[in-house]
């Protein structure tokens, strides 16, 4: 089951540079497990605890997984996650 | 150093003063690698919020799907202060992801008459603040 993920500039030092790797998993968090594999480093930065981390943005094709079933969304084969972190700030 | 226009300098400062006493938030976009700053995107800051802002998750994909497919990046990230002085705080520092861009900060507090109108660029990289000069030309 080959699932594209979509890897922002701040977590490409994990990905040898790559915008895009496959991986494999029929949740989320399967996936990201499967993504350590081959890419040590990057799940701590996108779960923490068990969940997604707050200012992490993960979307399923075009759908924030937040509205979906966050961590434990399935996922089929071909589908595309994007991850973004969130841009945000604020004055304290 | 960060150069920009003139009218997009002005329009950051718009738009600042029009969401105050909200934090207003957005991003210049420009070709990938030449550091110019062209695209003028303001953001809806989903926070509502005098303290905070966060660009709309949905609005987030958008944005960046659609720089990368014109070959771009965010070459400001824009927000305003609106009660202190435009300076990185430590929640600015710690969500700040794009080590490439300039983070422009600009201050509202001035509306109440406490001081002139501040707008300061900024490099954050690995939670490290270094403040740069900032010129406005009126065209590159």
Same mark, same amino acid.
């Given at each position: 089951?080959?699932i594209?993920?979509?890897?922002?500039?701040?977590?490409? /030092?994990?990905?040898?540079?790559?915008?895009?790797?496959?991986?494999?998993?029929?949740?989320?968090?399967?996936?990201?497990?499967?993504l350590?594999?081959?890419h040590?480093?990057?799940?701590?930065?996108?779960?923490?605890?068990?969940?997604?981390?707050?200012?992490?943005?993960?979307?399923?094709?075009?759908?924030?997984?937040?509205?979906?079933?966050?961590?434990?969304?399935?996922?089929s084969?071909?589908?595309?996650?994007?991850?973004? $972190?969130?841009?945000?700030?604020?004055?304290? | 150093?960060?150069?920009?226009? /003139?009218?997009?300098h002005?329009?950051?400062?718009?738009?600042?003063?029009?969401?105050?006493?909200?934090?207003?938030?957005?991003?210049?976009a420009? $070709?990938?690698?030449?550091?110019?700053?062209?695209?003028?995107?303001?953001?809806?800051?989903a926070?509502?919020?005098?303290?905070?802002?966060?660009?709309?998750?949905?609005?987030?994909?958008?944005?960046?799907?659609?720089m990368?497919?014109?070959?771009?990046?965010?070459?400001?990230?824009?927000?305003?202060?609106?009660?202190?002085?435009?300076?990185?705080?430590?929640?600015?520092?710690?969500?700040?992801?794009? $080590?490439?861009?300039?983070?422009?900060l600009?201050?509202?507090?001035?509306?109440?008459g406490?001081?002139?109108? /501040?707008?300061?660029?900024?490099?954050i990289?690995?939670?490290?603040?270094?403040?740069?000069?900032?010129?406005?030309?009126?065209?590159?």
């Open positions: 089951m080959a594209e993920v979509r890897i922002p500039t701040i977590l490409r /030092q994990y990905t040898d540079g790559q915008k895009a790797v496959e991986g494999n998993g029929d949740t989320l968090a399967a996936l990201f497990a499967d350590e594999t081959r040590a480093g990057i799940q701590a930065r996108i779960v923490d605890d068990g969940k997604l981390r707050r200012f992490v943005n993960v979307y399923l094709n075009d759908e924030d997984v937040r509205f979906l079933d966050s961590i434990n969304t399935k996922l084969d071909g589908d595309t996650v994007t991850i973004l $972190p969130a841009v945000a700030g604020g004055s304290v | 150093m960060l150069t920009l226009t /003139q009218a997009l002005d329009r950051i400062v718009a738009h600042a003063r029009e969401d105050h006493p909200d934090e207003a938030c957005g991003v210049v420009g $070709p990938v690698g030449t550091g110019r700053p062209e695209r003028f995107i303001p953001m809806l800051n926070a509502r919020s005098p303290t905070f802002y966060e660009f709309d998750s949905g609005d987030l994909l958008k944005l960046y799907r659609e990368d497919d014109r070959d771009e990046e965010p070459v400001i990230i824009y927000h305003s202060h609106t009660a202190t002085e435009a300076y990185p705080s430590r929640t600015d520092i710690s969500y700040a992801n794009e $080590p490439g861009a300039h983070y422009v600009v201050s509202t507090a001035d509306a109440d406490a001081g002139p109108f /501040q707008f300061r660029s900024y490099r990289v690995d939670g490290e603040v270094t403040e740069e000069e900032v010129r406005v030309v009126e065209a590159y």
